[in-house]
């Protein structure tokens, strides 16, 4: 398990985090991407983002 938060870490700090020098990622300054990644992008690569279901507040009649 510590295995898996490492590297989740590992990649965090390559690709999302910005330096305070140069405004870039590890990944900029080696050629890899072109903008910082999200951490959406690091947790669901290529997934949709799960989002929480929205539901009908108590109280409230739908409409007809």
Request: aromatic share 10%.
């Amino acid at each position: 398990m510590v295995q898996k938060y490492l590297t989740v870490f590992r990649a965090v700090n390559n690709w999302v985090h910005v330096s305070d020098k140069d405004g870039k990622t590890p990944a900029m300054r080696l050629g890899f991407a072109c903008k910082p990644l999200g951490y959406e992008d690091i947790l669901w690569a290529g997934q949709r983002v799960p989002r929480a279901k929205r539901s009908r507040r108590k109280g409230m009649k739908a409409a007809a």
